[in-house]
């Protein structure tokens, strides 16, 4: 089994600032990596696909890049709405893995 | 409208059995790779079962094998999991979800909206 870990657990930031979220794989999952983001209350929603490329209607600010075992999220500058908790995963083998999330926490 | 809607979920003692539903529209469901992912109360996500675009491929998550079944009818636009032998560590929401892709088989572009699961005496 594939396992993801995501760094850090908790990120504090204000709006406006730069957020870079970290996962890495425990071995090669190429470009098959996707990134979700989860409000409370709701369904997780995808923002990422193969590493880079952006759902539709998912905002410019996001953004996704990497391949092998390290993969990035960025999002260039944190609107009220982004503070969530954000998933990877990889579809590279079976099983499908989730990382463990990382929180994105208002400072 | 591309939507999924559960259905199904509720309170089981240990040992039973549960059905759960997927209503699924507003795109062409034979066309998508479809799956089931979880969360526990206060956890993360993770990954259940899998069913290819006919049905005639399905996998599962060590945890859930040889007691869930995932199953699908392109007819009715539904997808079904079928949960035996339930266990307390099963409680959790249970969200439907499509996969993307050019080829079907990508990440989970549209989920549910969840049902939950309760697992206890």
């Known amino acids: 089994e594939i396992v993801l870990t995501q760094s850090p657990a908790t990120l504090s930031l204000s709006p406006g600032e730069r957020a870079t979220l970290s996962c890495r794989a425990s071995q090669s999952v190429s470009s098959y990596l996707a990134w979700y983001q989860q409000k409370p209350g709701q369904a997780p929603r995808l923002l990422i696909d193969?590493?880079?490329n952006r759902a539709t209607g998912i905002p410019a600010r996001f953004s996704g890049s990497g391949s092998g075992t390290d993969f990035t999220l960025t999002i260039s500058s944190l609107e009220p709405e982004d503070f969530a908790v954000y998933y990877c995963q990889q579809r590279s083998n079976w099983p499908l893995t989730f990382g463990g999330g990382t929180k994105v926490e208002i400072k | 409208d591309v939507q999924l809607l559960e259905s199904g979920g509720g309170l089981i003692q240990p040992g039973g059995s549960l059905r759960l539903s997927c209503a699924a529209s507003g795109f062409t469901f034979s066309s998508c790779a479809m799956g089931w992912v979880r969360q526990a109360p206060g956890k993360g996500l993770e990954w259940v079962s899998a069913v290819s675009q006919n049905g005639d491929k399905t996998f599962n998550a060590d945890s859930v094998k040889g007691r869930f079944t995932i199953s699908r009818d392109n007819f009715k636009n539904m997808l079904y999991l079928q949960m035996n032998s339930l266990r307390a560590d099963d409680t959790a929401i249970y969200y439907c979800a499509k996969r993307g892709g050019y080829n079907g088989w990508g990440a989970f572009d549209i989920w549910g909206q969840g049902t939950m699961v309760t697992v206890s005496s």
């Open positions: 193969e590493a880079s």
